[in-house]
C-alpha cells in the first residue's frame, strides 16, 4: 500500500491552524505554512494566536512529536507534501463589497514554481464562484510539473468556537474536482472522517465555491428573518423569544440560528454576502440575490436599534453617561472582533458622547487595538461601576452567571439592555432592574 500522502496548510489563521491540527490528529504528519513569521514561531512553540476552545490542546502533542511543525517557507513546503490545503483570507476588498482573493494568488505564487512532482492543491477559502478555475491555471502555469500539479475545491464550513468539533465531525464533505484521481486523493485524505459516517459529495469547481457562499447566506438570512420579526415584535407589543420557540417546533423552520438579538457579525457571514452580491452582480443576476441586501440593512439596523434602547435608558441623551458594555468577540468562546457587532455599538455609543467601558473574557487585548479610544475593564464588574446602564452584546456564559443584586449594588442606574435574549428576565426584574430586549415587550 502506497505511505500515507502528506499534508501541508498554508494559511495558520482560524481556518488553516485548526485544519493542520485536525490533520495531524488524524495521523498525517503535517507542516503548516504561513508568511507571518510571529505566527510560524508562536504555534511552533504551541500557542496558538488567536483563542479556540481546545486548539492548543490538540496542537501540542502533535509538535512535540514532530508530526506537526510550521514553517515560513513555501519552499519547504512544496518538497514536503503530496496534499497542499490552500486556507487563506479573502477579506472584504476596501470600499467595495467584492472579496479580495489576492492572497490566494499569493500562496499559489509561492508554491507552485517549487512543485516538481505531482500533487494535489486544494482551496479550501471561501472564494467567489469562478476563483477556482482560475487558480488551476495560474497553478500549472507556474508549476513546473505543469498539469500534474493538480487543483480542488474543498469549502470549510468550521465555526469559530467548534473549530475543532467542526473540522473532525463536519456535517459534510464537499469537494470540487475536474479527476478522478483528485477525488480518490481527497476521500484517502478524509477517509477517517468517511469511515464514521460523514457524507461526502463530489462536484464541479463551481458548485462547491457556491455551496460555501450560499449556505452562508442562508445562515444570515434565517438571523436577520427572525430579526425582521423582532421589529415587528418591538411594534406590535410581542415576544420575539417566544415566537422563535413557537417556529422552531415547525421541523421544516429549525430552531438553529433563530435567535433574534443583536444579528451577526464576524470574519465570514456579513464579508460574504456581499462579495456573493458582488459576484452575482458581475455575473449578470445580481437581482438573484438583492434580497441579501435586505439582509444586511436588517442586521445593521439592529445595531442602531441597540443604541436607541441604551440612550432612552440613559434618560434621552448620553452626554455624562456611563455605559457598561458586557461582550466585545462577535460571538462568545472567540476573541474575533472582525465586524463585531458589540464593539459596533459601543463605538456608536461613545461617538455619541457616552462614557463607555467594555468587557470580553477574551477579546479585550484585540479589541483594545482596533478601538484604542473605548475604556476597558477586566471585570465585568469593574467594567459596570457606576454605569447608568449595562449593555448585554456578546453571550458569554459568565454573563448569565452574574447575580443581578450583586451587580445593583455598584451601578448608578439598574438599567440593563440584554441584546443577545441570553440573560433571565425575571430574574433580572425581581432584582429591581428595568430589564428591556431586542424584540420583547
Ligand atoms: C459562520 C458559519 O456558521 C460557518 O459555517 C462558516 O464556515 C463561517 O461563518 P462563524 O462566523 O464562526 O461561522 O459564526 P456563527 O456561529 O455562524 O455566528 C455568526 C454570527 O451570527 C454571530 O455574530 C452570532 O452571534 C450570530 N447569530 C448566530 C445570531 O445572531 N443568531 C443566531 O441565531 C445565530
Redesign the pocket.
Known sequence: MASAPRITVIGTGYLGATHAACMAELGYEVIGVDVDPDKVSDLQAGRVPFYEPGLEELIAPHIASGRLRFTTSAEEAAAFGDVHFICVGTPQRKGEFAADTSYLDQAVDALAPHLVRPCLVVGKS?VPVGTAARLAERLSARAPVGEAAELAWNP???????AIN?TLRPDRLVVGVRSAAAEARLREVYAPLLDAGVPFLTTDFATSELV?VS??AF?ST??SF??AMAEVCEAAGADVTQLSEALSYDPRIGG??????????????PK?IRAFMARAGELGVDQALTFLREVDAINMRRRFKMVDLAREACGGGFLGRRVAVFGAA??PE?D?IRDS?ALNVAAQVQLQGGEVTVYDPKATDNARKMYPGLAYADTAFDAARGAHVVLHL??WREFRAIDPEELGEIVAARHIIDG?NALDAPRWRAAGWTFRALGRP
Open positions: 471561501t470549510e464550513f468550521l465555526r469559530e468556537g467548534h467542526d460555501k449556505a452562508n445562515l434565517k438571523i427572525i430579526n438553529l440560528f433563530l435567535n433574534a438579538g443583536l444579528g451577526f457579525g464576524g470574519g465570514c457571514l460574504d462577535f460571538k472567540s474575533d457587532p456578546t453571550e443577545r
